[in-house]
DNA sequence: CGTGCCATGTCATGAACGTGTAATAGCTTT
DNA sequence: AAAGCTATTACACGTTCATGACATGGCACG
């Protein structure tokens, strides 16, 4: 019914789940490190990624991560113990569910499914731009897999520039629409904006990547 | 392995059965009576109710239907006779399946594995969010495995929110679509709602892990 | 019919945060 | 070199939200 890609280092616990899910028609691969897993989800199109936290090499939250960097690729966490920390960690790196080992396969499965059933439902309009993922419906902002909050104007600012990239958009255009100022006036309001979502989104802000100057005209959000 | 709640009048029967599944890692919470049980299963969000026909006051056939009225909780029906009408009777008001006193305590665990199994296979409208359980069908919340009452109001928002997680409400959108107000107007009655939701089904309301603020915006179900 | 409880909506308060403004520094073009 | 444009930083005001108290109204129960 799904793919599944099983990133655990036990190969018992490896075996045994991949056959369980197998058993009841699932596609499944299986990873036995961070890396391996990441390097597998780059040919194999999941569905929803299994992952335990205790790996060897990088950890689950890093692998968390990264996958949710570059994809929207589901994660359930599996976690030999259910303590807070783990558990907040988890769900903060961008896990979609977290379960407790040991885990009955079917328990496992039914929480795929809850999984598969809760994103495949509305799958969210989220735009990659490079390292920046924008994700329109929960209005939520990531680099490099990380969570960047932003502030409502700037992530306003960011949402209007990037529905349109690589169009100009003058001060006074920006004005009207984000900020729905109607009067005519030379204020450097928007510069003031562009700079502090710069701070947060740009690895240098000095040589933006993402909202880039137009001198003389506005701004203009990237592809360079 | 599963919660398990326990509806036998009888102390001695009660108690071994209790010892026994206890001893095979179930959770488990006892009743006296068919009032006491319902009224422990309001609080307690058993996997699997462990029904005695036999019972003072109320009789198990109509504690059977009572449950079914409003969960969708396994039911394992136990009966002094294997007599007929009560099997049938048994089936017929809801139970999942029956078992005859004296029944050893691996098979009625075996049983309940069984049943389990079966009613995980097809799994009910049920989501379950980190340690937070919502049950569409019977319109029950589930904290930590402790049912959660919640008002009509908070409900609907609940349900709303989680319907669509990660998913950003302005509070114009819910005023329309939960409290359903065509009018517009500045209210604070969405944060109200909002605040005495997260009071019953947040660890740390201040904190919020399931219905998360987006400033200048709206709210946001968790996890994101 | 009366009473009491609970849920709901409104309001006041306070704190946290974001925002706009302004002043200064830096850079580009003419 | 000067003028024009933009970057950067600091600060104070305003907005927004959380929190808890209060009044209303419905519903169940006596």
């Known amino acids: 019914?799904?793919?599944?890609?099983?990133?655990?280092?036990?190969?018992?616990?490896?075996?045994?789940?991949?056959?369980?899910?197998?058993?009841?028609?699932?596609?499944?691969?299986?990873?036995?490190?961070?890396?391996?897993?990441?390097?597998?989800?780059?040919?194999?199109?999941?569905?929803?990624?299994?992952?335990?936290?205790?790996?060897?090499?990088i950890d689950g939250f890093e692998v968390c991560r990264r996958i949710r960097a570059t994809t929207s690729t589901s994660i359930v966490m599996?976690?030999?113990?259910?303590?807070?920390f783990d558990v907040v960690g988890g769900l903060e790196a961008g896990a979609d569910d977290y379960v407790v080992k040991p885990v009955r396969p079917q328990v496992l499965e039914a929480r795929i499914r809850a999984v598969l059933r809760r994103t495949n439902g509305v799958p969210s309009p989220v735009e990659t731009y490079g390292a920046l993922c924008v994700d329109r419906a929960s209005l939520t902002v990531s680099r490099d897999g990380r969570r960047v909050a932003l502030p409502p104007m700037e992530l306003r600012l960011l949402l209007h520039l990037s529905a349109a990239p690589g169009q100009v958009f003058s001060r006074q255009q920006l004005l009207e629409s984000v900020w729905e100022h109607d009067y005519l006036g030379d204020s450097r309001l928007v510069d003031a904006c562009v700079q502090r979502l710069r701070a947060k989104i740009e690895d240098m802000p000095a040589e933006p990547r993402y909202v880039q100057t137009v001198r003389g005209f506005g701004y203009r959000f990237g592809p360079v």
Do not use: C, Q, W, Y
């Open 1 to 57: 019914m799904a793919r599944v890609l099983l990133i655990e280092d036990d190969p018992n616990v490896r075996n045994a789940l991949t056959l369980a899910l197998k058993g009841r028609d699932h596609e499944v691969e299986s990873a036995a490190s961070g890396e391996e897993g990441l390097e597998r989800l780059t040919r194999f199109a999941a569905d929803v990624v299994v992952l335990d936290l205790m790996l060897p090499g």
């Open 78 to 84: 599996l976690s030999a113990r259910g303590d807070d």
